[in-house]
């Protein structure tokens, strides 16, 4: 058990150590097509399994952050073969990868045709391609886009968060952009599960926009907050962490059916990860960000027509 001092020095140190990120400017550079901002089923919100009982924090707030939102980070790591606490190299990929979709049925496997993790992206081309879709991701919903500080904030707030938890930079990057565009300001959604901050994770306390009221500038330690909650988890619910944990594998299948079950609770009995409830295109759409995909059209139907991929909400 990793205690709640090492958990903290490695939330300080890697936030403060790690650099503005790479050509970070104010303002998107080039157009984004619409359909490439979140990609979340109509009301759909996340369901990533809930905690039976209330816990103290193991998990200090990234630096300066307000106490009540220190409260709810609960420092999980990841315990099988895919854990990566050092997440210093960021050029850890295959570069851009291919911004394309395809669609990927089953459960996960590269047997089932999954991507390998060899195939991944690297982390900072993975940002800096992203960081036009960061710029402008507020805008529909009609409150201010990120600035460059804010998008900072961003990478600095993943690198901590990986660092502290395990869980590879690149797949919190997804789930970030999966579920918010990187919006800093992203509203808070309750569609049965309040859905708090950038990754909208299980009633976490970091918000940037909340009953109306948004903060501009989003503070950092509000923005590292965020990401940590989503990855370390909350009081309330599971980060990507322990979804990894819970995705009982030990390869790559294990980040795409931790993408299932934070979005969805659990595994479909089926064990098809486009089915069970919430988002059917979800791990796919996180495989597909892993590769390079950023504004090609979706091939994923799974959402608007469910039998098209033979998903159920079991």
Not at 243 to 260: L, P, Q, T, W
């Amino acid at each position: 058990m990793v205690n709640k001092a090492i958990v903290a020095s490695l939330l300080f140190g890697a936030a403060m150590a790690v650099p503005y990120p790479p050509s970070a400017t104010n303002g998107a550079r080039h157009p984004v097509p619409d359909h490439a901002y979140p990609h979340k089923k109509v009301n759909g919100g996340n369901y990533m399994p809930s905690r039976t009982k209330t816990t103290a924090s193991k998990t200090s707030a990234a630096p300066a952050a307000a106490k009540d939102q220190g409260k709810r980070s609960t420092g999980e790591t990841v315990n099988n073969p895919v854990a990566r606490y050092d997440n210093s190299n960021i050029t850890d990929g295959v570069g851009d990868g291919v911004d394309q979709y395809t669609l990927y049925l089953g459960d996960g496997s590269t047997g089932a045709g999954w991507p390998d993790q060899s195939r991944w992206v690297s982390f900072e081309n993975m940002f800096n391609n992203y960081k036009d879709q960061m710029f402008s991701s507020c805008d529909w919903m009609g409150v201010p886009n990120d600035s460059g500080p804010e998008v900072g904030a961003i990478w600095d707030g993943i690198q901590a968060a990986a660092s502290a938890t395990g869980v590879d930079h690149r797949f919190i990057l997804a789930v970030i952009m999966q579920e918010s565009g990187g919006c800093v300001r992203v509203w808070t959604t309750n569609y049965g599960v309040r859905n708090p901050g950038l990754m909208q994770d299980h009633n976490g306390g970091a918000t940037c926009n909340e009953n109306n009221n948004v903060q501009n500038p989003c503070p950092s330690s509000t923005i590292y907050q965020m990401i940590s909650e989503g990855t370390a988890g909350t009081n309330d619910g599971d980060g990507l962490a322990n979804c990894i944990n819970e995705s009982g594998r030990s390869d790559v299948s294990a980040f795409y059916r931790a993408a299932r079950i934070y979005n969805s609770g659990s595994i479909s009995s089926t064990g098809n990860l486009q089915s069970n409830v919430a988002t059917h295109c979800y791990a796919s759409d996180i495989a597909n960000r892993l590769t390079g995909w950023r504004n090609a059209p979706s091939a994923c139907t799974c959402d608007s027509n469910p039998n098209s991929c033979g998903s159920v909400n079991f």
